[in-house]
């Protein structure tokens, strides 16, 4: 299994030996000359999001996808209609974001975290919005049994139900890998060990460099640290104004992975450069 330390490990690596993956994006790819894009996105739905991170993204001209809990955000609900309203995406994170998942069945789990949390967020955002999901706790396996045989479980209940899914590891994703891991999109939490920019900083110089797809995740965004995965305000802003000065498209997961199925279409390898 692929930790956040030995991704770390692997990143740093990958960092130093350079080259480009199989699946890199060709200069041109990206709108407006960009060598990368980057998405923003913020789990759990949580206050802290609307009071710090949301306003500082506003003052920015910065949008971003929210996946939302809806025992965490329920109590604002106007408050996120506006934040969609403003061209932010609103994405799925299940009802009651449950990390402990082997006592669930593919149909209890559809039933009681993915149907009833779809149907609130087509009630309240609208049914066309880009049905995208991201993983409570980073755990892509569902139910009991093997490893392989759990993975193969939550794939196939995420797989009809939403065009992609994030999960918090791994590098930048290249684009001409994207459509075929569309229910695993590698993410990446800068500030989850560690309230420092530099994770963040080094990342998205690798998305660049790979012409890749970064992904960025965040928790809460507060006016300072108070436990693990939170970000400071200050810090959050860095990362913002930092992006905001790099040759870096910055748009929500559902206008990437909108922009790269219409670019690449149904044969992604004749418009990706070759690797190395």
């Excluded at 890199?24 to 709108?31: I, L, Q, R, S």
């Excluded at 755990?139 to 479980?153: F, M």
Aim: overall charge positive.
């Amino acid at each position: 299994m692929l930790t956040r330390r030995r991704f770390s490990i692997l990143f740093s690596a990958g960092v130093a030996l350079g080259g480009r993956p199989a699946g890199a994006a060709a200069p041109g790819f990206w709108p407006g000359e960009a060598k990368a894009a980057v998405s923003l996105t913020y789990d759990d739905g949580l206050p802290s999001q609307l009071d710090y991170a949301s306003p500082q993204l506003r003052a920015r001209g910065m949008r971003a996808t929210f996946f939302l809990t809806e025992q965490n955000m329920r109590a604002r609900l106007d408050d996120w209609r506006r934040a969609a309203a403003a061209g932010n995406e609103i994405g799925d994170h299940t009802v009651t974001h449950p990390c402990v998942l082997r006592r669930y069945s593919a149909e209890s789990f559809s039933r009681l975290e993915l149907e009833p949390m779809e149907r609130f967020l087509d009630d309240n955002f609208g049914a066309s919005r880009f049905k995208s999901y991201a993983y409570p706790c980073d755990n892509t396996s569902l139910g009991d049994g093997p490893q392989l045989i759990r993975e193969a479980r939550y794939r196939d209940v995420v797989g009809p139900m939403f065009q992609a899914a994030r999960t918090t590891e791994g590098p930048p994703n290249a684009p001409g890998e994207v459509l075929a891991n569309r229910l695993f999109l590698n993410g990446f939490e800068p500030t989850y060990d560690r309230d420092a920019v530099e994770p963040a900083f080094r990342y998205l110089r690798r998305a660049m460099t790979e012409g890749g797809w970064a992904i960025l995740v965040f928790h809460e965004v507060l006016p300072r640290r108070m436990g693990v995965g939170d970000t400071c305000l200050r810090n959050h802003g860095r990362i913002l104004d930092w992006i905001g000065g790099q040759p870096i498209w910055c748009a929500p997961m559902g206008e990437v992975f909108t922009h790269i199925r219409r670019t690449l279409g149904d044969k992604p390898g004749e418009r990706i450069a070759a690797a190395g």
